[in-house]
């Protein structure tokens, strides 16, 4: 994972806007999703989920919470660290 040499060593790890600071609220934001949810319809009429094949066809757009800065330079790094 490659770092900013101009970033401080114990802040490798983390994502921070550059605008404001922030480092703990970020939005994800999708464009052109199909939402597609199968769901199965038991005996008694009620529904179960089973599975989810939403499709993004669009932009996933990262942005910070706090000032919307457009942070999406820093998604793949998101998507590695996200549990
Ligand atoms: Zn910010």
Sequence with gaps: MACDP???RKNCMRITCPG????????EVADNVILTTRYVQNEDGSFS???DES????????YCAEC????????????????
Excluded: V, Y
Excluded at 55 to 62: D, R, S, T
């Design 68 to 83: 919307n800065a457009d942070l999406t330079s820093a998604h793949n790094r998101f998507l590695e660290m996200l549990f």
């Design 20 to 27: 404001c600071g922030n480092d703990s609220d970020f939005i």
């Design 55 to 62: 499709q993004i066809l669009g932009e996933i757009k990262f």
């Design 6 to 8: 101009k970033t401080p």
């Design 49 to 51: 989920q089973d599975g």
